[in-house]
């Protein structure tokens, strides 16, 4: 994505992109959700691994574990949510606006499929792909919820 800002916005300074979802909204909505999935919130595939963390730690009697997994976790949610809300919700500046373009669906596609595969995941883990899972917890000397 960093292509599409550097030919529409003339730059690849996060602070220099505002507006994204005004001027390339399929992109900005893309990349809104892509912070919500990389940064672990329900309903994508990271948020259940994040869960069965938390409780490993409260039933392992470390609760300072969970706490401070709970903190850095809305430290980086705040730290990764102000620069990309920035861009895709600050007002736009009219010189680094770009003009009206229609958004390539070769460059859009891919990244909602995966957005799409890991939504997909986060709401429904197939039994052949959680078995497999458990399998390599087991490997590990773990196990899996």
């Known amino acids: 994505m960093s292509r599409v800002f550097a ?3 003339g730059t690849k300074r996060t602070r220099q992109v505002t507006g994204l979802l005004r001027a390339l909204p ?7 959700a892509g912070l919500f999935a990389i ?7 990271l948020f259940p691994s994040e869960i069965a963390l938390l409780a490993g ?7 300072w574990i969970a706490v401070v997994m709970i903190v850095l976790q809305g430290t980086i949610f705040m730290a990764m949510g102000s620069g990309v809300l920035g861009m895709a919700l600050g007002a736009p500046d009219p010189e680094r606006r770009p ?10 596609g891919p990244p909602l499929a995966l957005l799409a595969l890991t939504l997909l995941l986060g709401l429904h883990l197939p039994a052949g ?10 490997a590990l000397g773990g196990s899996a919820p």
């Not at 003009?99 to 859009?108: S, T």
């Open 26 to 32: 399929v992109t900005g909505a893309l990349f809104v």
């Open 57 to 63: 730690a409260v039933h392992g009697g470390q609760i």
């Open 99 to 108: 003009p009206a373009v229609r958004e390539d669906r070769w460059l859009v």
């Open 129 to 138: 792909l959680q078995r497999a899972l458990a399998a390599a917890a087991g």
């Open 7 to 9: 030919i529409d916005y």
């Open 39 to 45: 940064t672990g919130a329900p309903p994508f595939i």
